[in-house]
């Protein structure tokens, strides 16, 4: 199945357990596909102990999961894509919804 994940906010709990599922979704033998949104674009910049988030999104590339960063967003807020969360566009993201077969948004 082709899954794919929308990451809008920057709360620790929540983005880990989005990139936990991802991982375990891709240990399923799924294919899955992430893309940041609005704040979502930060997540990779989120310390927390108790939720260790760059772990999870390490995990989540290592296993072969792709990321995806919205543009805009990133413009936004002065930062630019990264080899782990490339700079995207509203055409990858809607290419993301039109070949998922599930959509998850976190």
């Given at each position: 199945?082709?899954?794919?994940?929308?990451?809008?906010?920057?709360?620790?709990?929540?983005?880990?357990?989005?990139?936990?599922?991802?991982?375990?979704?891709?240990?399923?033998?799924?294919?899955?596909?992430?893309?940041?949104?609005?704040?979502?674009?930060?997540?990779?910049?989120?310390?927390?102990?108790?939720?260790?988030?760059?772990?999870?999104?390490?995990?989540?590339?290592?296993?072969?999961?792709?990321?995806?960063?919205?543009?805009?967003?990133?413009?936004?807020?002065?930062?630019?894509?990264?080899?782990?969360?490339?700079?995207s566009?509203?055409?990858?993201l809607?290419?993301?919804?039109?070949?998922?077969?599930?959509?998850?948004?976190?």
């Open positions: 199945m082709k899954i794919g994940i929308i990451i809008s906010q920057i709360d620790p709990e929540t983005v880990w357990n989005a990139f936990r599922f991802g991982n375990f979704s891709i240990n399923k033998d799924h294919d899955v596909r992430t893309f940041l949104i609005g704040k979502g674009v930060e997540c990779v910049e989120i310390v927390n102990k108790d939720f260790p988030v760059i772990d999870e999104i390490n995990k989540y590339v290592e296993s072969e999961g792709e990321i995806f960063a919205c543009g805009t967003c990133l413009v936004s807020r002065n930062k630019e894509g990264t080899p782990i969360c490339p700079m566009t509203m055409n990858d809607m290419e993301l919804v039109e070949e998922s077969d599930k959509i998850v948004s976190f």
